[in-house]
């Protein structure tokens, strides 16, 4: 018979591997979990908000990973509130948060201590849901950790106690369905709570055998050296960046900044030297570089070159104070709106109120560009962005009062998450789709102060009723309602209650469901792969059944939505 190996306690080194494995394995099984979405929507993320918000906090673990387990839980926390996207992210990262706390100070942690983690982490991602729902990651996660506990004052050690905590958490989530009625009729587990398992597994699979799970489909691409002589005619990245950071601090994340570059250009090269850092980078985009750079020091010896046409533009450190316009003007060939706003314009004066706004589709973004957004996030139904997204747009904004309108539900904990992490005054208002963020921006009022504005601009999306048109990726049953995969459905107020085979009569549908006697206009933003001419005949036919309201059709360019209605 083989040695039984006892695990007593496990280090930083350990829970590092552990999270890595955990992240790998849930980033391989991602796709199963998004397909466990109750609506059948195209749009369905639980598992690849989930996979980005623990790939952050791996990320970061193989960077910083220490023996000390206190040390290497507080890098994932960290790393994961930053990167949390959706709901399910935001629940994850806040459970990491209290197992972070209670592992505080401490070198090893044995069974009894990792099982008190486990609850608190439990407690803490509770207190972060205002209304939290049984038959969710929270129950899963719930009872997971209850199994932990039991399981180590019975006196089994890391590893027994790990399986039995699966083996509960398994258990817990095939009851899900059992407490979530919408689960029961779609014939699904809940997908938060199927994640929770899945990271369970990949954690355990590194503590029982030492190794890692492998991620599928991982390439990893070598950085490719500096090419010293351009190819002009099959240039990929036109402007070759160079400049010279001043660290502010020994501490400062150098690799986590040549990582967030990395994606943006080739022939990247960043050398790391005491107190400065140098940068060399071809790229398309040499904004957003030295909006990365700029956190990290005071930025010198800025020169972007025009490869493509053989011009080369310098800017000098006065790009970081700049000069009078008659002494700084720039040449053209500098992209000057690709530029980070503290660079372009640092002496642009503070002002009262700021907005960031999250959106997608070349026409809804424009229209919150006419209202004067400062920051626009381009995502929602179809990517969240992520705490630390939402986070350095409202830093961007030099304002005494910043709103910040999610424009979806599974974006309003991220949007929560990162007010508390900034230290300026911060609004979230809980718009939940594309209509009631426009509707609160049109309430806004620049002459009122802060608490007449938020209570407007709630009151007004409180009045507007929303509806959304798409197609079903899977044959389910939602509220007695049987749908075959590649069905048009209408969604209003977030319940299904068109299913059809035309995008047009569903949408003409949904605005029956939501007009009544006291609404005065309809708008409908139709998406990206709407023809102009069917848009514009079914407004015609909503002006013929309304003829007493104002009926407005534009393009939004959204994606994977035909229609988005608005209703007031």
């Given at each position: 018979?083989?040695?039984?190996?006892?695990?007593?306690?496990?280090?930083?080194?350990?829970?590092?591997?552990?999270?890595?494995?955990?992240?790998?394995?849930?980033?391989?099984?991602?796709?199963?979990?998004?397909?466990?979405?109750?609506?059948?929507?195209?749009?369905?993320?639980?598992?690849?908000?989930?996979?980005?918000?623990?790939?952050?906090?791996?990320?970061?673990?193989?960077?910083?990973?220490?023996?000390?387990?206190?040390?290497?839980?507080?890098?994932?926390?960290?790393?994961?509130?930053?990167?949390?996207?959706?709901?399910?992210?935001?629940?994850?990262?806040?459970?990491?948060?209290?197992?972070?706390?209670?592992?505080?100070?401490?070198?090893?942690?044995?069974?009894?201590?990792?099982?008190a983690a486990l609850q608190n982490g439990v407690n803490t991602a509770y207190k972060a849901v205002m209304k939290p729902t049984e038959g969710t990651i929270l129950t899963v996660a719930r009872e997971s950790a209850a199994a932990?506990?039991?399981?180590?004052?019975?006196?089994?050690?890391?590893?027994?106690?790990?399986?039995?905590?699966?083996?509960?958490?398994?258990?817990?989530?095939?009851?899900?369905?059992?407490?979530?009625?919408?689960?029961?009729?779609?014939?699904?587990?809940?997908?938060?709570?199927?994640?929770?398992?899945?990271?369970?597994?990949?954690?355990?699979?590194?503590?029982?055998?030492?190794?890692?799970?492998?991620?599928?489909?991982?390439?990893?691409?070598?950085?490719?050296?500096?090419?010293?002589?351009?190819?002009?005619?099959?240039?990929?990245?036109?402007?070759?960046?160079?400049?010279?950071?001043?660290?502010?601090?020994?501490?400062?994340?150098?690799?986590?900044?040549?990582?967030?570059?990395?994606?943006?250009?080739?022939?990247?090269?960043?050398?790391?030297?005491?107190?400065?850092?140098?940068?060399?980078?071809?790229?398309?985009?040499?904004?957003?570089?030295?909006?990365?750079?700029?956190?990290?020091?005071?930025?010198?010896?800025?020169?972007?070159?025009?490869?493509?046409?053989?011009?080369?533009?310098?800017?000098?450190?006065?790009?970081?104070?700049?000069?009078?316009?008659?002494?700084?003007?720039?040449?053209?060939?500098?992209?000057?709106?690709?530029?980070?706003?503290?660079?372009?314009?640092?002496?642009?004066?503070?002002?009262?109120?700021?907005?960031?706004?999250?959106?997608?589709?070349?026409?809804?973004?424009?229209?919150?560009?006419?209202?004067?957004?400062?920051?626009?996030?381009?995502?929602?139904?179809?990517?969240?962005?992520?705490?630390?997204?939402?986070?350095?747009?409202?830093?961007?904004?030099?304002?005494?009062?910043?709103?910040?309108?999610?424009?979806?539900?599974?974006?309003?904990?991220?949007?929560?998450?990162?007010?508390?992490?900034?230290?300026?005054?911060?609004?979230?208002?809980?718009?939940?789709?594309?209509?009631?963020?426009?509707?609160?921006?049109?309430?806004?009022?620049?002459?009122?102060?802060?608490?007449?504005?938020?209570?407007?601009?709630?009151?007004?999306?409180?009045?507007?009723?929303?509806?959304?048109?798409?197609?079903?990726?899977?044959?389910?049953s939602v509220s007695n309602k049987e749908i075959k995969s590649g069905d048009i459905i209408g969604i209003r107020e977030g319940d299904i209650t068109v299913v059809g085979s035309n995008a047009e009569v569903a949408c003409?549908?949904?605005?029956?469901?939501?007009?009544?006697?006291?609404?005065?206009?309809?708008?409908?933003?139709?998406?990206?792969?709407?023809?102009?001419?069917?848009?514009?005949?079914?407004?015609?036919?909503?002006?013929?059944?309304?003829?007493?309201?104002?009926?407005?059709?534009?393009?939004?360019?959204?994606?994977?939505?035909?229609?988005?209605?608005?209703?007031?």
């Amino acid at each position: 018979m083989g040695e039984i190996t006892i695990i007593s306690t496990i280090d930083g080194m350990q829970f590092a591997s552990m999270i890595i494995s955990a992240s790998n394995h849930l980033s391989n099984r991602k796709s199963e979990i998004d397909a466990l979405n109750v609506f059948p929507v195209p749009d369905g993320d639980t598992g690849t908000n989930m996979s980005l918000t623990l790939t952050a906090a791996a990320n970061e673990v193989k960077k910083y990973v220490t023996s000390s387990i206190g040390e290497t839980s507080q890098v994932v926390s960290t790393a994961s509130l930053r990167g949390a996207r959706g709901n399910s992210g935001v629940i994850l990262s806040q459970f990491f948060r209290g197992i972070a706390k209670s592992l505080q100070g401490k070198a090893t942690a044995n069974a009894a201590e990792m099982a008190a983690a486990l609850q608190n982490g439990v407690n803490t991602a509770y207190k972060a849901v205002m209304k939290p729902t049984e038959g969710t990651i929270l129950t899963v996660a719930r009872e997971s950790a209850a199994a932990a506990v039991m399981a180590a004052e019975m006196g089994c050690d890391i590893e027994g106690g790990l399986k039995i905590t699966i083996d509960e958490g398994a258990a817990s989530l095939a009851r899900t369905p059992d407490l979530l009625l919408v689960l029961k009729e779609s014939g699904v587990v809940d997908a938060g709570g199927a994640g929770l398992l899945v990271i369970l597994e990949g954690a355990y699979h590194a503590l029982s055998t030492g190794e890692t799970v492998d991620l599928s489909g991982f390439m990893n691409v070598a950085v490719p050296e500096i090419v010293m002589e351009v190819d002009v005619e099959n240039i990929k990245f036109s402007y070759c960046t160079e400049f010279i950071i001043d660290k502010k601090s020994a501490s400062v994340d150098v690799a986590k900044f040549s990582d967030d570059i990395d994606s943006k250009g080739d022939c990247k090269l960043v050398i790391d030297d005491d107190e400065i850092v140098k940068v060399h980078i071809h790229t398309n985009n040499p904004g957003f570089v030295l909006e990365r750079a700029i956190k990290l020091g005071m930025l010198s010896s800025i020169k972007i070159d025009n490869m493509r046409l053989q011009h080369t533009t310098i800017l000098s450190e006065q790009a970081v104070h700049p000069q009078p316009a008659a002494a700084s003007a720039a040449p053209e060939t500098v992209i000057e709106s690709s530029l980070p706003s503290f660079l372009v314009d640092a002496s642009k004066p503070k002002k009262p109120y700021g907005f960031v706004v999250v959106a997608v589709g070349e026409g809804i973004v424009n229209i919150f560009k006419d209202f004067g957004v400062d920051e626009i996030i381009e995502g929602g139904q179809t990517m969240n962005p992520s705490t630390d997204d939402i986070l350095s747009a409202v830093e961007r904004i030099n304002a005494d009062c910043i709103y910040v309108l999610p424009n979806n539900k599974n974006i309003i904990l991220a949007a929560q998450q990162a007010a508390e992490l900034c230290d300026k005054e911060i609004v979230v208002l809980p718009s939940k789709s594309i209509p009631q963020g426009i509707a609160a921006i049109l309430a806004f009022l620049p002459n009122m102060d802060n608490e007449t504005n938020t209570s407007a601009m709630k009151e007004a999306i409180s009045f507007v009723k929303t509806g959304q048109v798409t197609y079903a990726v899977r044959d389910t049953s939602v509220s007695n309602k049987e749908i075959k995969s590649g069905d048009i459905i209408g969604i209003r107020e977030g319940d299904i209650t068109v299913v059809g085979s035309n995008a047009e009569v569903a949408c003409t549908e949904l605005v029956r469901e939501l007009a009544d006697d006291e609404s005065s206009i309809i708008t409908v933003f139709y998406g990206s792969e709407v023809d102009d001419a069917a848009a514009e005949a079914m407004g015609d036919e909503l002006q013929d059944l309304y003829p007493d309201m104002d009926i407005m059709v534009q393009s939004g360019g959204q994606p994977l939505y035909y229609y988005i209605i608005s209703v007031e």
